[in-house]
């Protein structure tokens, strides 16, 4: 099955920084989101953004869409120390949501 | 319920037995989706349900893994004779309607241990 790929796979910051992360994919797809995981179990919808949409924003999340180059990046500003889980975009094609395989975000306190 | 429950949270079993898994979805959510997850990997999505429609099956690995939805409500993932490959986290998730525009809630998963 075809899946998105976030860049990078590890990222490490200290609390205040901003966090960017990466995710292309190879559908056309209807929207794009954002989760978040911690320790492997749930995951927590962060953000959709439609194909339609270029910028959208929520609280200290910022994600933007390219389509002309199927890509998206999740930027979070002032980043903590709970902020430290996997991030995985997930592009919806149809009815299938399918994910990419993550990023692991470390926010140094 | 105010979200969606799966059960159990650990199961351990061994090689060669049948195991079920069990997700209780929120109330009214009519789609609802079975993804498993390797250690460290992302997700693998394995059957999708939405409403009386019949479910898209086309992720489940074998024919060792099947999976029903009863009343269009609690949902029940079968792994028949277990192979130590089985060993993931199962998630599953569930969303208000069959489309995309609200996001997907998800379970806190069922570890699968085969040994």
């Known amino acids: 099955s075809q899946q998105g790929e976030e860049d990078p796979q590890a990222l490490s910051i200290q609390e205040g920084e901003n966090a960017t992360m990466n995710c292309s994919y190879k559908?056309?797809?209807?929207?794009l989101q954002w989760y978040r995981q911690n320790s492997g179990r749930g995951l927590v919808h962060l953000i959709l953004i439609r194909s339609n949409e270029r910028e959208k924003h929520s609280g200290r999340l910022r994600v933007t869409l390219d389509t002309s180059k199927k890509s998206s990046s999740l930027l979070i500003t002032a980043s903590r120390a709970a902020d430290t889980a996997s991030y995985f975009c997930?592009?919806?094609?149809?009815?299938?949501?399918?994910f990419g395989e993550g990023t692991q975000l470390t926010v140094n306190p | 319920g105010a979200g969606v429950s799966q059960s159990p949270s650990n199961k351990v079993t061994e090689k060669g037995k049948d195991v079920e898994l069990r997700c209780d979805p929120i109330s009214g959510h009519t789609a609802l989706y079975w993804y498993r997850q390797s250690l460290g990997q992302g997700l693998e999505f394995l059957i999708y349900f939405q409403g009386n429609s019949a479910p898209d099956k086309s992720g489940l690995p074998s024919d060792r893994f099947s999976a029903e939805r009863t009343g269009g409500s609690v949902s029940t993932l079968t792994i028949q004779r277990t192979q130590q490959e089985d060993s993931a986290v199962y998630l599953c998730?569930?969303?208000?309607?069959?489309?995309?525009?609200?996001?997907?809630?998800f379970g806190s998963g069922t570890r699968l241990t085969v040994v």
């Open positions: 998730a569930s969303s208000l309607v069959g489309r995309e525009f609200y996001g997907y809630t």
């Open positions: 559908t056309s797809i209807n929207n």
């Open positions: 997930a592009e919806t094609s149809g009815s299938r949501l399918t």
